[in-house]
């Protein structure tokens, strides 16, 4: 085995947590430092720790016995070093934050530095690469939301974990003939409502990438009723909108939001239905559960891929990539082809035709 290009390199999580942070890590860790003999510097709460310095060099216990635990045992932020339009930020102590950044990457003696995150952190991480420095990225997020990889890691445990929810609601909207309302996460992507709503049976499934109008909804759960089914299940994603809240900008549907004083899609959800229909109607939020816990057996086999897979860039020097799942394989895109990309679900994706052959409601029939 020839010499490895990187000897040193930086790790962090950054964005929300999700299942499978500690399973990357491991695999990062365990790869680099056992097959490639590096040096690996564990940095705090994501790029806050790197601009304050707040970093230690790992040994192996600290990456061994870690597989199966929730969150990250780095600790996380949402800091972000750079403004939307990829200004850098207000100084901290007389230096703008990427400049701290840069000051520590070297100070740390980093050959490159290792990012675990989403769709905020690759646009970092790429506006880091545009600066000089050397960046990995490994996809995570609950919200499967992030363009080149078909799945993140995170998605599996969280969907696993929301049709649970799912299963449970199902036996007790039928004891009491009730329309279940239940809320998921998935930011502005509909992949979680989608897969746990067909995994979980739901009736209707409501995704941010397909308008809903709410007589398509009322319309169903009545039809529903007259075949013999008082009960359903409504699978809504948080960012989920009606056709009217569609046509809006978004400072306009944040204002409505404001005026409305709704807490969440959910319960925006159960005004319309009560108000159109009278049906008796409960809302289920899962909230942060959906990042809770263990990771899936999925997502541990997936994390421990992108890991080494990681590792083998660094030992390459092959940087400025994240490392993606195309088919069975796992690949590495250049940054810039990722950064400030959202991938959403098609409207034609086989999961909604699939819905939709078993009768699924989304809402815009
Ligand atoms: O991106 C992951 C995610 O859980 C989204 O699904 C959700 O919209 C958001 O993060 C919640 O963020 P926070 O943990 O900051 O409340």
Redesign the pocket.
């Given at each position: 085995m020839g010499k490895s290009a990187t000897r040193t390199f930086g790790i962090l999580t950054s964005?929300?947590d999700?299942p499978g942070l500690n399973a990357a890590i491991r695999g990062v860790a365990k790869a680099a430092y056992g097959m490639y003999d590096m040096n690996i510097v564990g940095i705090s709460d994501g790029f806050r720790g790197l601009i304050d310095g707040e970093a230690h060099l790992m040994i192996p216990s600290d990456f061994s016995g870690i597989l199966t635990r929730g969150g990250t045992i780095l600790g996380t932020s949402?800091e972000k070093p750079f403004k939307k339009n990829g200004a850098m930020t207000d100084s901290t102590e007389g230096r703008s934050k990427p400049e701290a950044i840069k000051e520590n990457y070297r100070k740390l003696g980093l050959d490159c530095l290792v990012v675990l995150g989403?769709n905020g952190t690759h646009k970092t991480a790429n506006l880091l690469k545009q600066e000089g420095l050397n960046v990995i990225g490994l996809p995570k997020?609950?919200?499967n939301?992030i363009y080149g990889t078909y799945m993140t890691f995170g998605f599996h445990s969280a969907m696993e974990i929301a049709t649970e929810a799912i299963d449970r609601l199902h036996t007790t909207a039928d004891s009491h003939n009730r329309v279940m309302i239940i809320e998921v996460?998935?930011?502005r992507a509909g992949w979680?409502a989608l897969y746990s709503g067909v995994a979980g049976g739901g009736d209707i499934i409501l995704i941010p990438e397909i308008p809903y109008s709410i007589d398509s909804i009322v319309n169903h759960l009545m039809r529903r009723e007259r075949d013999g089914k008082p009960f359903s299940i409504i699978v809504v994603a948080?960012?989920a909108l009606s056709r009217e809240e569609a046509k809006l900008s978004k400072e306009d549907r944040k204002k409505k939001l404001k005026k409305d004083n709704i807490p969440s899609k959910g319960y925006a959800l159960k005004r319309e239905i009560d108000k159109a229909s009278g049906m008796e109607t409960r809302v289920t939020v899962l909230g942060?559960q959906?990042?809770g816990g263990a990771p899936s057996p999925f997502d541990r086999i997936l994390a421990t891929r992108f890991g080494t897979a990681a590792a083998e860039l660094l030992y390459q020097g092959k940087y400025g990539k994240m490392v993606a799942l195309e088919g069975n394989k796992i690949v590495a895109k250049p940054l810039e082809e990722i950064a400030g990309k959202l991938k959403l679900v098609p409207t034609d994706h086989f999961l909604v035709q699939t819905a939709r052959n078993i009768g699924t409601c989304f809402g815009d029939d």
């Open positions: 964005g929300g999700c949402r989403g997020t609950i919200d939301d996460m998935g930011h979680l948080e960012g942060h959906q990042r």
